[in-house]
């Protein structure tokens, strides 16, 4: 039987979580042994698991923390330490509740015999198929410390690559969001009142003025349909996204966005690098090592073009000549693939094409807002310019005629 539990641990804070026994004594003995005080217990085919299967497909355990868990959890096992004692001194200490949860029940699934790889993945929402593979080669090769600490590395890598990213585009979001929301402000509240006066005098005014003034006074009347308008539209948009359709669409307007989409392309680029020389080295054949990287690399047009690399090496050929034939990878790189490929060392060469990317990323991130900055002040200065001249325009000549 199967048990959704809510417990406090030794610090009192709350866990979730499912655990397996054979009736309700025994899943409240476990959960006992383990250090947790159960709260409230109920069987899964009795309890409702819709708002729980909800909760954990909108939960998500953030980049940060994982790279902390991993690095915890190397450690650990370097220091001699049982996986079930490290997993447990973790989830004492992690604040994520999803990861807390996920970690009581790998604890679980381990005392009962099961492998680390296997327990993992039964929390594909929370471990990548990276991180599962890695851990399932150095459980083969007994060099499971070694694996770990490659995750780690990785995980540390991807979230400051990320994070840089992010950093480079909240200056442009950031200014994008307050001139929409000023702006929504100005004909809303500010502009109907500055140009009552026409309606006031009954003078004749420009077809551009005229227009503005009609877009002022349907904002002041329905401004709440153009709120539900937008809301809509959001959500309608996020909603897309996440069906297969929408993620392709979103992955190839992507590479398609001026000034960051050569920043993109080099990310996801250091991102196959990466991630492909890490399963290699972990001694993982190189087409299921291409499969997962598809995945991991996080964008519909690469995944599609590294997939076709994979059925390439599969049929007895190298990837290198099906990169060359996709302007999506740079020539040099497959060039430099095509070297590895013939001299042995390709986990190097990836490696050192990783490398290369990282510091091109890093030198375009610090650059992104002094290229972005002046093209916003351009954009928002056209948009003033054009509301000032319709408004200021009808007022001098209603001057000049009197």
Known sequence: MKFNFQAKNSEGEVREGRIEASNRNEAISVLQEKGLIPISLKDENESNNFLYDIEKIWSSVNQQELAVFYRQFST??????????ALKAIEEQT????????????????????????????????????????????????NLQKSISFIADNTEKAYQLNSKVKSALMYPSFVLGAAVFIGFVVFTIVLPKLTRVFDDM????????????????????????VLIAIGAGVVGILYYVKTDSGKDDLDQIKLKIPIIKKMLKYVYISRFSENLSILLVGGIPIVKALVIVGDIVDNGVYRKIILRAADEVKTGGVMSSVFVRY???????????????????ISDVLNNIAAFYDQEIDRMTKNMTALIEPILIVALGIGVAILVFAILMPIYSLTYSI
Do not use: C
């Not at 002022?216 to 009347?221: I, L, R």
């Not at 302007?327 to 060392?345: C, D, Q, W």
């Open 76 to 85: 650990l096992v370097e220091a001699k330490v049982s996986i079930t004692v």
């Open 327 to 345: 302007e999506e990878f740079p020539p040099i790189l497959a060039k430099m693939i095509k070297v590895g490929e013939e001299t042995g060392k």
């Open 95 to 142: 604040e994520d509740k999803l990861l807390g949860s996920v970690l009581i029940e790998m604890i679980g699934d381990i005392e009962d015999g099961m492998a680390l790889s296997e327990s993992m993945m039964k929390h594909t929402e929370v471990f990548s198929s990276l991180a599962i593979n890695m851990v399932r080669a150095g459980e083969i090769s007994g």
């Open 202 to 225: 009954n003078v004749d005014i420009p077809w551009y003025t005229r227009l503005i003034m009609d877009a002022g006074n349907f904002m002041q009347s329905f401004w709440w349909a």
